[in-house]
Structure formats: structure tokens, C-alpha cells
């Protein structure tokens, strides 16, 4: 039975694993077959060892490490496939694995420090959200029944808290919609409104990362010896970001119509203007692989700073944020308490 049909889901680390081992034993000098049931051995979980198992039969039928691999894209993904196909050509399997494994490595990093920066700032505006969630569907319509036994009109302020959450709870249907309307709100905002719009604190950092990733990638596929506009469309494959997605894939056809890679850049404001310096050096002196590495380099550790400085200044930001929001309800509750002796 193929694996293909088994969703049960197998980590990015285990993956690493498999290429580190296979790494070490292809470079021991043991073949392929027996480096694949070796490897098998060192793993207890069921679905880990099917897949070696299938792909070690794939390759027994006569076909290549990378096009056993291709039968299970959702564990080996384009670039890997690629690095290990190109290390066939050239008889090197083991060198291109440690290129897969060191790349691996850094990818996650970058992403690590991604929801880094995301992450605060998504925990507090979940609080923030379940707090007005207690306050408007249970605290409120609490004290609600008492502010009407007082007999006197209530502030203006309080009277529009209230017929906020006497509206939400008359009309569940209304949370639904909105829910329905925030998701589609969210989903035209991650596809086509630029991240400098969307993320106006965090868009720098991101954008760093992003361009870290796809230079050292790019780095990567380039020593592999795999051609430019080939490596452009595997790196795009590797991005989340639907608009460096595009741009990389435009980049590429630009390539295949005969233009140099600094050149159709141009045709896009998403990058950087070092980015295309530094490329445009890189393809005069012939070092665009070493270019790209230091590109890399260099916005990581821009990003890495970033991150630091962007956490210290977002707590207090959002510390305050929340204090008004959750204040601004709390005192329209006690706003008629204030006034006790007048509304009495």
C-alpha cells in the first residue's frame, strides 16, 4: 500500500532526520538500499517506516531517489527533489543531502523567528477578543437587569454598551456573518493588499526574513548547479507569501525572454534596491551564489535585530491598546455606579 494514501502526518524534523542519516551513510560508503533499511530501523513510528519502505521499493523498480520522492511531495518538497536530482546527475547524492539538511536548518530558523515576531501580538488580541467576549455576553447582561431597576436613565455611553451585547445576543446569526466577513476580509488582505499596508509595524521585519529565505535558497539551488530560471521557480515554491511568489515567477519569465536578473527586477518595487545591486554585481563578476549568501546574511541578522527592538516597544503598545478597549467597557458598566446618588 502506497503512503500517498496515509494522511497521517510525519514532521519536518523527521524529515531532516532521514536526509541527516542517508547523508552520513551514503558518505560511509554503503549504498543506497542499504542506507534506506538502515535508516528504517532507527524508527519506531509506523508511518515513518512505511515511507522508507515505499520509497526503497520505488527505487528497487528502477527509478531515482529523486523520482521515488516525487511520488510523496507532501513530505519532499520541490526544492529538496531538485538538490537531490541534481546531486544524481553529477554522482554526489550525499554532498547534495548536507546541502538539503544545512538549508532545512536555516529555513526554520527564519520561520522560527517569524512567529516569533507574530506571536505576542497575535496572544494579546486573542485575550483581548475573549475578554470582550466574557464582558458582552455574560458580564454585561448580569448588571443589565440591575441598571434597569434603579428606574432612571442611564448614560448615553452605557446604554450603547448594552444595546451592543443585547444586540449580539439577539442576533447570533450577526457573530456568524461577521466571522464569515472578517475571513474573507482576511483571506483579500493575505493575497493582495501589500504587506507595508497590512503590517505596518512588523511589515520590515518580515520583509527581511522573506528576502533571507529566498536569497539562501536561491544561494542553494544556484551551487547545486541547477540553471537561474529553473532555481526561480523551484524558490517560489518554497515562499508562503503570495506576492514574492509572483514577482520571483515574473522574474523567471523575464529570464527566459533573454533578460539579465537585475534587469527584470525592475519591473517590480518589492525588492530591495541592495538586493538588486548586490545582484547585479553578482552576475557582472559571476558570483551571484556568493552574493546571494551574503544577502542572506545580511537581512537575517537586519532581521534578527529588528525582532529584538520590535518585541520590547510592541508590549507596552499593546499593553495600552488593551487597557483601553477592555477599559472603555468596564467603565461604561460602572459609569451608572458612579453616578449612583443622581440616577437613585
Request: proline letters at 3%.
Amino acid at each position: 500500500m502506497l503512503l500517498a494514501r496515509n494522511n497521517k502526518k510525519i514532521s519536518e524534523q523527521k524529515i531532516t532526520d532521514l536526509y541527516q542519516q542517508l547523508a552520513s551513510l551514503l558518505n560511509a560508503g554503503i549504498a543506497l538500499i542499504t542506507a534506506l533499511e538502515l535508516s528504517m530501523e532507527s524508527y519506531r513510528d509506523k508511518t515513518m517506516r512505511r515511507l522508507i519502505i515505499n520509497i526503497k521499493t520505488h527505487i528497487e523498480n528502477g527509478k531515482t531517489l529523486s523520482e521515488s520522492l516525487a511520488y510523496y511531495p507532501q513530505y519532499f518538497d520541490l526544492f529538496s527533489r531538485h538538490l537531490i536530482y541534481a546531486g544524481e546527475q553529477i554522482g554526489n547524492i550525499s554532498s547534495t543531502l548536507e546541502k538539503i539538511i544545512e538549508h532545512r536548518k536555516t529555513i526554520a530558523m527564519i520561520k522560527n523567528k517569524i512567529k516569533k515576531a507574530l506571536f505576542y501580538p497575535a496572544t494579546v488580541l486573542c485575550i483581548a477578543c475573549a475578554i470582550i467576549f466574557i464582558l458582552l455576553f455574560y458580564v454585561i447582561p448580569e448588571l443589565q437587569g440591575l441598571f434597569l431597576d434603579f428606574g432612571k436613565q442611564l448614560p448615553a455611553y452605557t446604554r450603547f454598551i448594552m444595546a451592543i451585547s443585547t444586540q449580539l445576543h439577539q442576533n447570533i446569526f450577526l457573530i456568524l456573518i461577521f466571522l464569515l466577513f472578517f475571513t474573507l476580509i482576511f483571506y483579500f488582505i493575505k493575497t493582495k493588499v501589500p504587506m507595508k499596508i497590512k503590517l505596518p509595524l512588523l511589515s520590515s521585519v518580515i520583509e527581511k526574513y522573506i528576502t533571507a529565505h529566498w536569497t539562501y535558497t536561491l544561494a542553494t539551488t544556484l551551487n547545486a548547479g541547477i540553471p537561474l530560471a529553473q532555481a526561480l521557480y523551484i524558490v517560489s515554491h518554497t515562499l508562503h507569501n503570495f506576492h514574492y511568489q509572483k514577482a520571483l515567477r515574473q522574474i523567471k519569465e523575464k529570464i527566459m525572454q533573454g533578460q539579465s536578473m537585475h534587469i527584470a527586477m525592475e519591473h517590480t518595487a518589492l525588492f530591495p534596491l541592495r538586493v538588486k545591486q548586490m545582484i547585479y554585481i553578482g552576475e557582472q563578476s559571476g558570483t551571484l551564489p556568493i552574493v546571494l549568501t551574503q544577502l542572506s546574511i545580511f537581512y537575517q541578522t537586519e532581521a534578527n535585530d529588528q525582532t529584538e527592538i520590535l518585541l520590547n516597544l510592541l508590549e507596552p503598545i499593546l499593553i495600552i491598546i488593551l487597557g483601553i478597549i477592555i477599559g472603555s467597557i468596564v467603565i461604561a458598566m460602572y459609569l451608572p455606579i458612579f453616578k449612583l446618588g443622581s440616577i437613585i
